[in-house]
């Protein structure tokens, strides 16, 4: 019975995992946070940002599962989730902007970063840029409302929010990991504080594209 179930809705799944992937592609601040994190600091806290980023989207598919509705539709909320993650993205921006020089030591096997950071630190950072992400709780309003049919069993819909959860951290853990590789650690040696500093500036842009309504 499980085996028809899953091939019932195995073309559906399949659109649903297409669609998420393609948006997992798109460049955003998680994106900056987690290029920035891998840099600078070992897998174990890099992956902070991960864990954050995951658990925020994670919180939007369990609305979506819970039947809320789009909160464009609550009055003035969507401005306030909005205005609230853009001054975040530039609160972000030009704290990294305004940091001292930074950079690693590498050597003897091992890697030694000039700035010193923590799990949580970095999972609030990531959480907190996605959640404060208005545009991702569009995305699965509209992936749960427009591609996922309302007949769909609950079930099945809460398998296809798990596999997206897992999905989106498994894909920053690899890009973590590949960031954060001995020879693209070396590569970037010696201009690591401009890359922070250009991690900087995208964030404080992409806060005031997201607080121009663009």
Same mark, same amino acid.
């Given at each position: ?52 980023? #995951? ?57 030694? #970063? ?101």
């Amino acid at each position: 019975m499980v085996i028809q179930m899953f091939n019932q809705y195995l073309d559906e799944f399949l659109i649903v995992s297409a669609a998420h992937f393609l948006a997992l592609l798109s460049p955003g601040p998680d994106f900056v946070l987690i290029v920035r994190s891998s840099l600078l600091f070992k897998f174990r806290i890099a992956s902070g940002v991960c864990l954050g980023v #995951s658990l925020a989207n994670a919180f939007y598919i369990a609305l979506c599962l819970l039947s809320i509705q789009s909160i464009s539709k609550v009055a003035g909320l969507y401005d306030v989730i909005k205005y609230l993650g853009a001054a975040y993205l530039v609160f972000l921006g030009f704290r990294l902007l305004s940091s001292k020089s930074s950079g690693f030591i590498i050597g003897h096997g091992s890697i030694i #970063s000039h700035k010193s950071s923590t799990f949580f630190r970095e999972l609030t950072s990531g959480f907190m840029a996605s959640l404060l992400n208005p545009k991702i709780s569009l995305f699965y309003l509209s992936l749960f409302t427009l591609v996922i049919d309302e007949t769909t069993p609950m079930a099945i819909q809460a398998s296809y929010g798990v596999w997206m959860f897992f999905i989106v951290l498994l894909w920053d853990l690899m890009l973590t990991r590949f960031i954060g590789s001995r020879s693209i650690r070396v590569f970037f040696e010696h201009f690591i504080s401009r890359v922070e500093k250009v991690c900087g500036i995208f964030l404080v842009a992409l806060g005031l594209n997201l607080a121009l309504g663009h």
